[in-house]
């Protein structure tokens, strides 16, 4: 346990249509000990759309929030939004990685009075700060209301996962499920945990998105999961906003609710749904509380294979 | 001095992309397009684009529809044995096809300089205003399927507005001009 202060970058999403993934951010984190302080006049990490068409210019732009987070005298940067995670941590390896593209980007921070040297600032993503920080025997420790009964899909989306592996694995990652199992709920076996969930194509191709958000909704009710839970605000927003539209397109009527991470660890820390932001989501997820039960449910016993599956002469019994 | 020879398309394509050199090392095993989630929809897979760079048809590759249908999900980075950074080459070719006028999905690059507009104007993006300017002159007939996904974000207040502004724009609008008239300038040498 600590009471620690973390330099903290929210990101637009935050702001606006991930409200509740700020909300119950801050309310785990009264709860856990930490504070997170909003670094002064952040700007907008430039989402995929500014390196895509732009590449020098939006290193130029993700660099002055790492250039003034450093002068601020921040050693790491708390980020929740896998978007903003990787576009910074994205331009700090670059910078360094390629030096001539960093002596680039501080020529152009120079014409802002700035001047960032790569490698200063740590950034970080709210799961791994919470997990490595605190850690699963912590988060057990304080969950005053284990969520027994509870099963959930972890899903990690594409950002935080890849392209650096930094804190688990690209292909399978289990941070996250590990997280549920410490909390008292049950990980269930969801196989597109990093499967993108479409990104921005919604606005482009909403087909090429629609099919990606099928396979992924479609996945984690197989599981059997009750909830899937994100770690990014653009997941949160495809999976729970466009799921209506992928219901009408492929004729399922699927009503997966999809929760921030932050929402899961709330609730077992005893926090209510609505300190919690519950109800901004479009596929109703006020049943999720109501789904915990009091005590563990009885463990499955595993199955053994029938002995005319062993590769075996069968003996006479 | 001897006169300088204009650089291969495939040349450029390597110096734009940080990391770009790997691009030689393909080994045209398919791991890319096979690991890719919108690849179905795509003109080439990115193995075939990246054969395509190397045999120089640059009106070709500039014109596909591929790296507008790239999600930017980075499958295909972590998964390619030779550690191309192959969604990096997108964003390049990206780039090019804007700044030679040839694409394949002006909507895409459209979504994304509308985007980009509200960046440079107030330094955060704004949701009400983006999906507003870019379906308004892009897409009119899907006018009211928005105005309802709008007022459905309205009633669970996930849809602000007023958009926010930061403090030092001139700040943030002094690096990207400097930025920009760095990339220009590479652009001509």
């Given at each position: 346990m600590?009471?620690?202060?973390?330099?903290y970058?929210?990101?637009?999403?935050?702001?606006?249509?991930?409200h509740?993934?700020?909300?119950?951010t801050?309310?785990?984190?009264?709860?856990?000990?930490?504070?997170?302080?909003?670094?002064?006049?952040?700007?907008?990490?430039?989402?995929?759309?500014?390196?895509?068409?732009?590449?020098?210019?939006?290193?130029?732009?993700?660099?002055r929030?790492?250039?003034?987070?450093?002068?601020?005298?921040?050693?790491?940067?708390?980020?929740?939004?896998?978007?903003?995670?990787?576009?910074?941590?994205?331009?700090?390896?670059?910078m360094?990685?390629?030096?001539?593209?960093?002596?680039?980007v501080?020529?152009?921070?120079?014409?802002g009075?700035l001047?960032?040297?790569?490698?200063?600032?740590?950034?970080?993503?709210?799961?791994?700060?919470?997990?490595?920080?605190?850690?699963?025997?912590?988060?057990?420790?304080?969950?005053?209301?284990?969520l027994?009964?509870?099963?959930l899909?972890?899903?990690?989306?594409?950002?935080?996962?890849?392209?650096d592996?930094?804190?688990?694995?690209t292909?399978?990652?289990?941070?996250?499920?590990?997280?549920?199992?410490?909390?008292?709920?049950e990980?269930?076996?969801f196989?597109?945990k990093?499967?993108?969930?479409?990104?921005?194509?919604?606005?482009?191709?909403?087909?090429?998105?629609?099919?990606m958000?099928?396979k992924?909704?479609?996945?984690?009710?197989d599981?059997?999961?009750?909830?899937?839970?994100?770690i990014?605000?653009?997941?949160?927003?495809n999976?729970?906003v466009?799921?209506?539209?992928?219901?009408?397109?492929?004729?399922?009527?699927?009503?997966?609710?999809?929760?921030?991470?932050?929402?899961?660890?709330?609730?077992?820390?005893?926090?209510?749904p609505?300190?919690?932001?519950?109800?901004?989501?479009?596929?109703?997820?006020?049943?999720?509380?109501?789904?915990i039960?009091?005590?563990?449910?009885?463990?499955?016993k595993?199955?053994?294979?029938?002995?005319?599956?062993?590769?075996?002469?069968?003996m006479?019994? | 001095?001897?006169?300088?020879?204009?650089?291969?398309?495939?040349?450029?394509?390597?110096?734009?992309?940080?990391?770009?050199?790997l691009?030689?090392?393909?080994?045209?095993?398919g791991?890319?397009?096979?690991?890719?989630?919108?690849?179905?929809?795509?003109?080439?897979?990115?193995?075939?684009?990246?054969?395509?760079?190397?045999?120089?048809?640059?009106?070709?590759?500039?014109?596909?529809?591929?790296?507008?249908?790239?999600?930017s999900c980075?499958?295909?980075?972590t998964r390619?044995?030779?550690?191309?950074?192959?969604?990096?080459i997108?964003?390049?070719?990206?780039?090019?096809?804007i700044?030679?006028?040839?694409?394949?999905?002006?909507?895409?690059?459209?979504f994304?300089?509308?985007?980009?507009?509200?960046?440079?104007q107030?330094?955060?993006?704004?949701?009400?205003?983006?999906?507003t300017?870019?379906?308004?002159f892009?897409?009119?007939?899907?006018?009211?399927k928005?105005?309802?996904?709008?007022v459905n974000?309205?009633?669970?207040?996930?849809?602000?507005?007023?958009p926010?502004?930061?403090?030092e724009?001139?700040?943030?609008?002094s690096?990207?001009?400097?930025?920009k008239?760095?990339?220009?300038?590479?652009?001509?040498?």
């Amino acid at each position: 346990m600590s009471d620690r202060t973390y330099p903290y970058y929210p990101g637009c999403s935050l702001q606006h249509r991930s409200h509740a993934y700020e909300v119950s951010t801050r309310a785990i984190a009264k709860v856990l000990g930490f504070e997170l302080v909003e670094m002064d006049d952040w700007n907008c990490c430039g989402a995929t759309e500014y390196f895509s068409v732009n590449r020098l210019p939006a290193y130029a732009l993700v660099a002055r929030n790492l250039a003034r987070a450093a002068d601020s005298g921040a050693k790491e940067l708390v980020v929740p939004c896998s978007a903003c995670y990787l576009n910074l941590h994205k331009t700090d390896k670059n910078m360094g990685l390629y030096p001539a593209l960093g002596e680039k980007v501080n020529k152009a921070l120079a014409a802002g009075h700035l001047h960032y040297e790569p490698g200063t600032v740590h950034v970080r993503h709210l799961l791994e700060t919470v997990l490595t920080d605190f850690g699963l025997d912590t988060l057990k420790e304080r969950a005053r209301r284990p969520l027994y009964g509870l099963k959930l899909a972890a899903y990690y989306g594409c950002l935080v996962a890849r392209p650096d592996a930094v804190f688990d694995s690209t292909e399978q990652p289990t941070a996250m499920d590990e997280l549920f199992t410490a909390l008292g709920a049950e990980p269930t076996p969801f196989r597109l945990k990093t499967f993108c969930c479409g990104g921005h194509m919604t606005q482009i191709s909403e087909t090429t998105a629609l099919e990606m958000i099928h396979k992924i909704i479609k996945n984690a009710a197989d599981s059997g999961a009750d909830a899937l839970v994100t770690i990014c605000p653009m997941c949160q927003l495809n999976l729970d906003v466009y799921q209506g539209y992928a219901n009408r397109l492929f004729d399922t009527n699927y009503e997966m609710p999809v929760l921030y991470f932050t929402q899961v660890i709330g609730l077992a820390l005893g926090l209510s749904p609505k300190e919690l932001g519950f109800g901004q989501e479009f596929v109703d997820a006020s049943g999720i509380a109501a789904k915990i039960q009091d005590v563990p449910p009885p463990r499955a016993k595993p199955e053994r294979r029938s002995k005319q599956a062993l590769p075996m002469p069968i003996m006479p019994e | 001095m001897k006169a300088a020879k204009r650089s291969t398309f495939y040349e450029r394509v390597v110096e734009a992309t940080p990391g770009g050199k790997l691009l030689g090392q393909c080994l045209q095993c398919g791991s890319c397009g096979g690991s890719c989630p919108s690849g179905a929809d795509m003109d080439h897979t990115p193995r075939a684009l990246f054969e395509m760079i190397n045999a120089g048809l640059e009106d070709e590759v500039l014109s596909s529809n591929t790296p507008w249908y790239c999600v930017s999900c980075y499958a295909c980075t972590t998964r390619c044995p030779q550690q191309i950074p192959i969604t990096d080459i997108m964003y390049t070719l990206k780039e090019m096809a804007i700044q030679s006028g040839r694409y394949e999905h002006p909507g895409a690059a459209k979504f994304s300089e509308t985007f980009i507009g509200f960046v440079e104007q107030r330094g955060r993006s704004f949701e009400a205003g983006l999906a507003t300017r870019y379906h308004l002159f892009h897409h009119p007939q899907q006018v009211v399927k928005l105005g309802m996904m709008g007022v459905n974000m309205l009633r669970r207040n996930r849809l602000p507005l007023r958009p926010k502004s930061i403090r030092e724009i001139d700040q943030l609008q002094s690096i990207l001009a400097e930025a920009k008239a760095i990339a220009a300038k590479e652009r001509r040498i």
